[in-house]
């Protein structure tokens, strides 16, 4: 069969694909030529770029799969993947320890600064006065998502002698305990925390999830990271409240539009920004390129795939017959906004 990767993976991972499949790499494509030849194609492998909508996937008529190398599946209309009988397979577990490490990165580079202050430097500037930080241990760290990735940060904060707290509507008291996290709702997470992470999924639920009356619940001088999808965190709310001094800091490496041109948050204060590098080590870019791969593999086979987004998708599409029955994942939209959070990485 023929595998369509559309954007730059690893290389461990094509070679899987290679040891089973004829795989075309066509990166860069435009939307027209992309449309134009998705037909000849039994799976497609994304990163986050190439939007997978509901016409790109009508245009996929052979297609049995598509892997999205990564965790986040937005860029991937689910629904109509769905009703063509097209299984879907992310990679959930190869970027968790990237992500985590970064998230603490930005964490630490917006407490101590960093970033104003090598800069300062590199100007010829020697003002210490100007750039102290703030110390870590002692401080509260609310995670709202814990999944894989919220649990690896829970870890390695309690390793620097942070209290943790957390929501997320699917993890028991007890299994958060196990990662050294005490389970609370959202509103008093808000009010606890000096620092609040978020590591969900972008949905109509979770969308605008850190906004204005989330912020103005915080504690004053409070830290955001965002490290999970740009949309979860209201940017414009966030570049006032840290021109007014309401928030202390933001260390966001996810952005609504990407690239983030005309973003408030590119001249607001106190500020970490970076180009979207929550999964960019070497080490998370083989173990995703090679997870979505034995999956493509797997499907492409017959076989269930161990990740499948649309997981009650009971066989794969095949040409000629009617698609399979498939099934969306249910809908987290809630009532409160606790019961709005959706744990990423599982």
């Not at 202050?117 to 509260?140: H, I, M, V």
């Not at 009010?191 to 999924?201: F, G, I, Q």
């Not at 083989?286 to 997870?291: A, K, R, W």
Request: hydrophobic share 45%.
């Amino acid at each position: 069969m023929r595998v369509l990767v559309a954007e730059p993976v690893a290389e461990e991972g094509v070679e899987l694909l290679r040891g089973e499949h004829q795989v075309d790499e066509r990166h860069g494509l435009s939307r027209d030529e992309l449309c134009a030849i998705i037909g000849d194609y039994d799976a497609l492998v994304v990163r986050s770029q190439v939007q997978v909508d509901a016409e790109l996937i009508a245009a996929g008529r052979r297609l049995v799969v598509i892997g999205r190398a990564g965790v986040g599946v937005d860029n991937v209309d689910l629904d109509a993947a769905t009703r063509a009988g097209i299984v879907v397979v992310n990679a959930p577990t190869g970027n968790t320890i990237a992500a985590a490490e970064h998230t603490l990165a930005l964490l630490y580079g917006v407490a101590r600064r960093i970033a104003p202050a090598d800069a300062s430097l590199r100007g010829g500037e020697w003002a210490r006065a100007r750039f102290t930080g703030l110390e870590l241990r002692g401080r509260t760290l609310g995670i709202i998502g814990l999944g894989k990735i919220g649990q690896a940060i829970a870890v390695r904060a309690r390793a620097m002698e942070m209290s943790v707290v957390g929501v997320d509507p699917f993890i028991t008291a007890e299994a958060a305990a196990n990662h050294g996290v005490e389970l609370v709702d959202f509103d008093q997470l808000l009010l606890r925390a000096d620092v609040v992470t978020v590591h969900v999924p972008l949905t109509r639920a979770t969308r605008g999830l850190i906004g204005r009356d989330a912020i103005a619940r915080m504690k004053p001088g409070s830290i955001v990271l965002n490290v999970a999808r740009g949309g979860v965190v209201d940017e414009a709310a966030v570049a006032d409240a840290l021109r007014s001094g309401h928030l202390g800091g933001a260390g966001i490496d996810v952005f609504e539009h990407e690239p983030p041109t005309g973003s408030p948050l590119l001249d607001a204060p106190n500020t970490l920004l970076t180009p979207h590098l929550g999964a960019s080590t070497a080490e998370a870019q083989v173990l995703v390129s090679e997870e979505v791969a034995a999956q493509v593999i797997d499907v492409l086979d017959g076989r269930s795939a161990r990740y499948a987004v649309n997981r009650r998708c009971s066989r794969r599409r095949r040409p000629g017959r009617s698609p399979p029955t498939c099934h969306s994942p249910r809908s987290s939209a809630g009532s409160s906004p606790s019961s709005r959070v959706v744990a990423s990485g599982r």
